[in-house]
């Protein structure tokens, strides 16, 4: 199993970064694909970014050009650097892994991963 911890939420003014961080402990050795997804207050869970071991990186329509996702791989830990943040960027946000190759073409599909993290509020005020 792999274990996943968030951590670099907050509040930001709009316009504002935040740096998002995921340290994942366990079977790192397994995990084939990292994403960060985010859920606003009732709304469903939205697909924000993923990050494959082959270095392919994709992005949600709504946040692409202002998000970027990258790894560590000696530190088993992934990034979300959030710039130009905007209100409707406020939500939880959530880190997951994905440990298996066969679901590497849907990266953006929730339960095409196996762990989860806890999740970390982030604010974006107007």
């Known amino acids: 199993q792999v274990q996943l911890v968030e951590s670099g939420g907050g509040l930001v003014q709009t316009g504002g970064s935040l740096r998002l961080s995921c340290a994942a402990s366990g079977r790192t050795f397994s995990i084939v694909t990292m994403g960060w997804f985010r859920q606003a207050p009732g709304k469903q869970r939205e697909f924000v970014a993923a990050?494959?071991?082959?270095?392919?990186?994709y992005y949600g329509d709504s946040v692409k050009g202002r998000f970027t996702i990258s790894r560590d791989n000696a530190k088993n830990t992934v990034y979300l650097q959030m710039n130009s943040l905007k209100p409707e960027d406020t939500a939880v946000y959530y880190c997951?892994?994905?440990?298996?190759?066969?679901?590497?073409?849907?990266?953006?599909?929730?339960?095409?991963?196996?762990?989860w993290g806890q999740g970390t509020q982030v604010t974006v005020s107007s």
């Open positions: 990050s494959r071991n082959n270095d392919n990186t």
């Open positions: 997951a892994a994905c440990s298996s190759t066969y679901y590497s073409s849907t990266y953006y599909r929730e339960d095409s991963y196996g762990s």
